[in-house]
């Protein structure tokens, strides 16, 4: 497993734009997928987007498509949400996780928080109207 650690996170205007990070320690992190999630109070935790292990590939939760884009930088092994337009219903925690499990796997990209088994203590976003 790697220790995933979130940051970047706060308060911003209907609109605005945010950008969050999440740091990871382990030399392994440039080898495995990543993705993004999110959760608001009294709900499931839900998927947001997803990135493979070189940044070739992407992908997003409809929700989000347009307006959010993923990116990682395995040389600083730091993983990026940039949330564009925000809407007050992104408001939630918003957490990164990897899917240690699986190594140089294009398609190891899960849409789901039980297909990852390393995760961050999550950073708030809170989107005012």
């Known amino acids: 497993q790697v220790q995933l650690v979130e940051s970047g996170g706060g308060l911003v205007q209907a609109g605005g734009s945010l950008r969050v990070s999440c740091a990871a320690s382990g030399r392994t992190f440039s080898s495995h997928g990543m993705g993004w999630f999110r959760q608001a109070p009294g709900k499931e935790r839900e998927f947001v987007a997803a990135?493979?292990?070189?940044?070739?590939?992407?992908y997003y939760a409809d929700s989000v498509k347009g307006r959010f884009t993923i990116s990682r930088d395995n040389a600083k092994n730091t993983l990026y949400l940039q949330m564009n337009s925000l809407k007050p219903e992104d408001t939630a925690v918003y957490y990164c996780?990897?899917?240690?499990?699986?190594?140089?796997?294009?398609?190891?990209?899960?849409?789901?928080?039980?297909?990852?088994?390393?995760w961050g203590q999550g950073t708030q976003v809170t989107v005012s109207s």
């Open positions: 996780a990897a899917d240690t499990r699986v190594a140089f796997s294009a398609s190891a990209m899960g849409v789901t928080p039980r297909e990852y088994d390393s």
């Open positions: 990135i493979s292990w070189s940044g070739g590939r992407t």
